[in-house]
Nanobody
């Protein structure tokens, strides 16, 4: 299973970005899909998670500004980030719980995409 994350970049405070993370390979189904981030000198933290039924959970710091969604047909998860703040600057990682018919069911992480918000 390979995860390809994209969409990061440099944006001014108040701007928007949309992250994507597409999974490929031998996949039977995907349960939870999530986005996490890690700022320099800080621990990785959950940003948003979406279940296979569409239920969502957000970190308090991003509620009302970020929206997570998924396209099951494309094995892809998205993170729409609006009203970005400098404190949102971090490397963003996607994590998917992938079910496989072959061995290898479990969590898979994307390679990370840098988001930088300038003040």
């Amino acid at each position: 299973v390979q995860l390809q994350a994209s969409g990061g970049g440099l944006v001014q405070s108040g701007g928007s970005l949309r992250l994507s993370c597409a999974a490929s390979g031998s996949i039977f189904s995907i349960d939870n899909m999530g986005w996490y981030r890690q700022a320099p000198g800080k621990q990785r933290e959950m940003v948003a998670v979406i279940t296979n039924s569409g239920s969502t959970n957000y970190a308090d710091s991003v509620k009302g500004r970020f929206t997570i969604s998924r396209d099951n047909a494309k094995n892809t998860v998205y993170l729409q980030m609006n009203s970005l703040k400098p404190e949102d600057t971090a490397v963003y990682y996607c994590k998917l719980y992938v079910r496989r018919i072959v061995p290898g069911t479990g969590d898979y992480w994307g390679q990370g995409t840098q988001v930088t918000v300038s003040s």
